[in-house]
């Protein structure tokens, strides 16, 4: 499948295991490219899934200036959203249990933003999921947070690991996206290309 990619060298410019591993899983093959601190910041107006998709935006204008013709670049970002706020990447420990505590016994929604780029042409889609945790012990937050450190993760947590096994009780959308990459959409994308 995907044979229209064969004309494509396959980028992926993320150093998330998790999207190298789904993309993968799409039977794709691309090699990885990252470039250090590409700016993640993004304006104030912006709500929900509109951040995901400008920071893949942002990230794929980083990169688009060392691309060669021929070569097809996948970019994304991926948030959790609660109470109209984003709960990012934790900074320390405290921060990864807060965020926790937050979404206990409570919905969430996780958005992904990705940017599919060539020098030719850009497209982007977003992907929303809906999360339902159960309430948490104190115990099993901090538990979590100590054996599986998930700081490199938006809200804190990956969905694959201990906390989505005992805490998850209900997903509304791709299950992928919440790792991080949404291959069911992006795969009907990139049917398009």
Not at 29 to 55: F, M
Not at 127 to 133: D, H, I, K, Y
Request: glycine letters at 8%; proline letters at 4%.
């Amino acid at each position: 499948m995907l044979d229209n990619l064969k004309k494509y060298k396959v980028i992926l410019a993320s150093n998330s295991p998790r999207r190298k591993e789904l993309l993968a899983g799409l039977g794709v093959d691309y090699e990885v490219r990252t470039l250090p601190d590409v700016d993640e910041s993004y304006p104030e107006t912006l709500q929900g899934a509109d951040i995901p998709l400008y920071i893949a935006k942002e990230k794929a204008d980083a990169y688009v200036a060392m691309m060669q013709p021929g070569e097809l670049m996948i970019t994304a970002d991926t948030i959790v959203w609660l109470d109209g706020q984003v709960l990012g990447k934790p900074v320390d420990r405290e921060d990864a249990l807060r965020m926790l505590r937050t979404m206990s016994g409570r919905s969430h929604e996780v958005f992904t933003g990705v940017c599919i780029t060539t020098t030719e042409w850009q497209r982007s889609f977003t992907a929303q999921t809906e999360v339902r945790f159960a309430t948490l012990s104190e115990d099993e937050i901090a538990y979590y947070v100590d054996r599986f450190q998930p700081m490199d993760k938006a809200g804190a947590y990956g969905v694959q690991e201990w906390i989505g096994f005992i805490g998850v009780e209900n997903i509304s959308g791709s299950y992928y996206n919440i790792m991080g990459l949404p291959v069911q959409k992006l795969y009907r994308e990139l049917l398009k290309v």
